[in-house]
């Protein structure tokens, strides 16, 4: 409806929120009904004489509330609001409405499955486990019983890992499962090597263990060699972390002559590696992983929270022989005592019968369409990506410092994380990681992409003209 002129002054709110507030008055009137087309951003903007940021946040508001929906490429239209969520609701009776949580757009997520086969799909995997509930609400042996194993190493199979069963262990996610190994190789005070940009969780569990992390320089290829070699001689660290595939926060990953690189420097230096493959199942063809070039000093871990879902809280590893795999399940026995054998099941019984490829399959597609929004809003070269990454690393220019970018993006909808919370040594660099994939839809996910595109156009000053 491209003839709609609100008058902000109907509203005593800011005029973000006045915009939104004159829509749903609007709905109750009937000068608005469900299916109008409401104007686009910029056109209403030089209609009111206000910025289009403000604008933007007004749309997004009223989505929010449930009043507009957004349609890449068509348009924001009139949805209803309330009246439109119930009768919409009969389709989901069995959900409960208790089991709603608030999401955490800053956390690095996959986008969520929304295509009704696949679904389905899911759901029929969970009701073929169910059959076996009373045995699956047991205490079981750590590690997996051989029918998940089995499943385990053939996932692993996908990235071109086949190792023997007694070294393959599902374990409770990828984050206790690097709380014990790290436990088992260092000692309180002693050393640990890093990318110097690296994942939140191994510096808070290096805090918790007491290590000390030192990181790596790096370039656009990862670790530098040479860096690594000179820190093994004045360090003497026990171990190295890295995150070598989709590098979370950068999206790097390592090409596979630098991976040889740093095995050969690792095998030198008898620096065990512990690789978090939690991306590596994302790409098509990924290069090898660590654990297949230097087996014997690698701890693989296989996490499924990034390629299938966080929910599942697993993880398979890999321990580098059959020795190192004694001391690694007791650790983990004493910290977790077993994975969930509920969510155990679930995650075979998706392997086996290719339900987890369809979700792989799923994930792959939507994060190359939230990327190609990225790429046509932002200018080439100004931040970081690949072209099937959850998140972009983006390094912040006309004056925005990570604190100011932050605080004005709060309200967009989706998730930025400063530099702060990556950075292991020196002064943090003025970037931010920012978030795509969760439960926001692609539209939402276009519309606070174009709110942050335009605050990105000129200084933090201009971006704050609203109230």
């Not at 190789?185 to 805090?207: F, Q």
């Not at 420097?265 to 512990?274: E, L, S, T």
Request: glycine content about 8%.
């Amino acid at each position: 409806m491209k003839t709609w002129h609100p008058d902000l002054s109907r509203s005593n709110s800011p005029r973000y929120m006045a915009i939104a507030d004159l829509i749903e008055m609007d709905l109750r009137s009937g000068h608005l009904v469900v299916g109008d087309r409401l104007p686009p951003q910029r056109e209403l903007a030089k209609r009111l004489d206000i910025d289009f940021t403000t604008v933007a946040r007004g749309y997004l508001e009223a989505q929010k509330r449930g009043l507009v929906q957004s349609h890449v490429g068509r348009g924001t239209f009139v949805t209803g609001g309330l009246d439109s969520e119930r009768r919409g609701f009969s389709s989901a009776m069995a959900s409960d409405p208790r089991r709603a949580t608030v999401v955490d757009f800053s956390m690095n997520m996959p986008p969520e499955p929304d295509n009704p086969d696949l679904l389905a799909r899911m759901r029929e995997g969970l009701s073929a486990v169910a059959a076996d509930l009373v045995p699956l609400l047991r205490y079981q042996g750590f590690g997996g019983t051989v029918m998940d194993k089995d499943a385990a190493a053939a996932w692993l199979s996908r990235r071109g890992l086949v190792p023997a069963q007694e070294r393959i262990f599902v374990t409770p996610g990828a984050h206790p499962a690097l709380l014990a190994i790290l436990s088992m190789l260092a000692k309180p005070g002693e050393t640990v090597l890093s990318e110097n940009i690296t994942y939140p969780g191994m510096r808070s569990i290096a805090a918790q263990l007491r290590l000390r992390l030192f990181g790596l320089p790096m370039d656009d290829e990862g670790i530098l060699p040479d860096a690594f070699a000179e820190a093994c001689e004045r360090e003497k660290p026990k171990a190295i972390y890295l995150n070598p595939t989709l590098q979370n926060p950068t999206t790097l990953t390592i090409p596979t002559i630098r991976r040889e690189a740093i095995c050969a420097v690792a095998r030198k230096y008898h620096v065990p590696i512990v690789e978090d493959d939690a991306y590596g199942f994302i790409p098509l063809h990924a290069p090898a992983p660590l654990a297949a070039m230097a087996p014997d000093l690698t701890w693989h871990i296989g996490g499924l929270a990034k390629c299938i879902g966080a929910g599942l809280r697993l993880a398979y590893v890999v321990a580098p022989d059959s020795r190192a795999a004694w001391p690694f399940a007791s650790a983990m026995r004493a910290n977790n005592v077993m994975a969930s054998p509920l969510m155990m099941a679930l995650a075979t019984r998706w392997i086996e019968d290719g339900t987890a490829d369809t979700i792989l399959r799923f994930i792959r597609a939507e994060s190359e369409a939230r990327q190609a929004l990225v790429a046509a809003m932002l200018p080439a070269g100004s931040y970081r990506a690949d072209p099937i990454s959850f998140n972009i690393w983006l390094p912040l220019s006309n004056g925005w410092t990570r604190s100011t970018f932050g605080t004005h993006m709060r309200s967009a909808g989706i998730g930025v994380v400063a530099s702060d919370a990556f950075t292991v040594d020196g002064t943090p660099p003025e970037a931010v990681r920012i978030c795509l994939g969760g439960p926001i839809s692609r539209p939402s996910l276009q519309s606070a992409l174009e709110f942050m595109a335009h605050a990105l156009e000129g200084p933090p000053e201009m971006a704050g003209s609203f109230f």
